[in-house]
């Protein structure tokens, strides 16, 4: 496994690959790599030749008043964990040659961006989403993966990906869970023992929701009062939204269509600020 650190020296290897004739996946990562990321690691294994992990905690997507200064990190531990689940490649840049002095290009996707998180975290999606065509303009990869716990980040990928003609195909993988429900997070570290028995509320909403819809329940209001009063009975958590929304388009959904509809949430257990969702 070989260890990059600068941006030209990223993108000429990956050059070279594809001269090669290989075929390249991508994990764009933050670090501190958790069971969710190994199987996104897993899935883009299986599809390419060569599989690069960029692991960059992008000051771009962080407000203000958010945790980019404290966002945990564990790069030693996160290379062992690439190394041993066939990583060929880990893309580890600097912020400084990431955005260098002067930096002044941004990407905005301005619908599917809008609502959910895009109302408390109005910039979040714009750093996202520069970030991503940033690695995809170094790394050029054929296939890249991306979690499904976060939903609304895969729908800004995948419209920023159509719209722009972005030669890659997106990969979105399953949420992976803790044993007790909780989805995998690397902000599930800020939780103490107490937070994190509330926060198990969060998955146990979203499944009740799940059970409501397959007893035959298809009424949106009648479903997210049963999420909202589920996480209201816990001291520590504060709703910021719950909502059914389309999977694809994240627009606000009239009545539960089955496969289609998805209810996304976020809650802060406390100081930390979590999101879950499934599809109904
Ligand atoms: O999901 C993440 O970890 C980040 O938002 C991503 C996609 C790596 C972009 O910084």
Redesign the pocket.
């Known amino acids: 496994m070989q260890i990059i650190k600068s941006v030209e020296e990223m993108q000429t290897t990956a050059m070279q690959l594809r001269f090669g004739g290989n075929l390249i996946s991508l994990v764009?990562?933050?670090g501190c790599l958790h069971q969710g990321h190994i199987s996104l690691i897993q899935s883009a294994r299986e599809k390419a030749d060569k599989l690069i992990v960029?692991i960059?905690v992008?000051p771009m997507?962080f407000g203000p008043n958010e945790d980019f200064s404290i966002y945990p990190k564990s790069l030693e531990s996160d290379l062992e964990k690439c190394q041993a689940n066939g990583v060929d490649f880990v893309f580890t840049p600097s912020v400084e040659s990431m955005y260098p002095k002067g930096f002044s290009s941004f990407v905005g996707e301005s619908f599917v961006s809008s609502g959910l998180c895009g109302i408390s975290r109005p910039t979040h999606f714009r750093g996202?989403a520069t970030?991503?065509l940033k690695l995809f303009n170094l790394v050029r990869p054929d296939y890249s993966f991306?979690?499904r716990k976060?939903a609304q980040?895969c729908a800004v990928i995948k419209k920023m990906v159509h719209d722009l003609n972005i030669p890659t195909e997106v990969f979105i993988v399953d949420t992976v869970r803790d044993s007790d429900g909780l989805a995998m997070s690397s902000r599930n570290r800020y939780l103490s023992k107490l937070q994190r028995e509330d926060a198990l509320s969060i998955s146990k909403a979203l499944f009740k929701a799940k059970e409501l819809v397959q007893d035959g329940v298809l009424n949106v209001d009648r479903v997210v009062a049963e999420i909202i009063h589920m996480l209201s009975m816990k001291r520590r958590i504060r709703v910021i939204y719950v909502q059914v929304v389309n999977n694809e388009t994240m627009e606000i959904a009239r009545k539960i269509e089955s496969g289609k509809s998805m209810v996304c949430l976020a809650v802060w257990v406390d100081s930390v600020r979590l999101i879950d969702n499934i599809i109904l």
Request: aromatic share 14%.
């Open positions: 764009p990562t933050m960029s960059f992008n997507q996202v970030v991503c991306f979690g976060d980040q």
